[in-house]
């Protein structure tokens, strides 16, 4: 690799769609080993009002999508595309719908020990395939245990609103740079794109870097 190249994720990780867009990217960057992105999560909540302590995600989908059917409907191009990145989803898991705000904490803290993308992993298994409540501190601590971080130290900075005013802030940044919905890939600062993407595009992106720098 000769000149890296800068990669923002927006991302919330209760979004399934940044988790079948990560899926997607990370099968082209195992196809292109020798990519050239250097590749950096960002905040974005898709429920930035949530209360602090969740609420019930049966409920919470019925208001949101205007009853059970709507929700059903709402989701099912999720589960097509879930299967065909090769993801099982346990929605039925899925008990409370989190504030994700100390889940950003966690993965803002997991950068500084470059265990960024290792803790949006965990978090996104954690919520889709476990069902964990990832805005549970705990849980949180937990899930930095499980990727090689002090389970004490992250427990005590949850304990605290260490950097709660720092995601704030990025967040509302990046609402008014234009971001309505993750995820979104800025590709070396100046190409945004939106939505989970498939592998082939991706492929394509790598591979166009690549060719100009040849």
Not at 67 to 87: C, F, T
Not at 119 to 135: H, K, N, P, T
């Amino acid at each position: 690799m000769e000149k890296a190249v800068k990669l923002d994720i927006l991302s919330d990780p209760i979004c399934p769609w940044c988790y079948i867009g990560k899926t997607y990217l990370d099968r082209a960057l195992e196809q292109r080993p020798n990519h050239p992105f250097v590749i950096e999560w960002h905040p974005f909540q898709l429920n930035p009002d949530m209360p602090r302590e969740g609420v019930d995600r049966r409920a919470y989908l019925e208001s949101k999508f205007g009853g059970k059917d709507g929700a059903i409907k709402a989701y099912m191009p999720v589960v097509e595309h879930a299967e065909q990145a090769g993801l099982t989803i346990n929605f039925d898991a899925i008990e409370r719908t989190p504030n994700t705000l100390n889940a950003h904490r966690l993965i803002h803290w997991a950068a500084i020990e470059g265990r960024q993308t290792a803790a949006v992993s965990a978090l996104f298994r954690a919520y889709f395939q476990e069902g964990c409540d990832i805005g549970d501190r705990d849980t949180l601590a937990d899930i930095a245990d499980s990727i090689g971080m002090d389970a004490a130290v992250a427990r005590r900075l949850l304990e605290s609103d260490a950097d709660e005013q720092n995601i704030r802030d990025r967040d509302t940044a990046a609402r008014e740079m234009g971001v309505n919905s993750v995820p979104t890939f800025i590709v070396a600062s100046q190409h945004a794109v939106p939505g989970a993407q498939p592998t082939d595009l991706w492929l394509k992106v790598i591979d166009e870097i690549m060719a100009t720098e040849e």
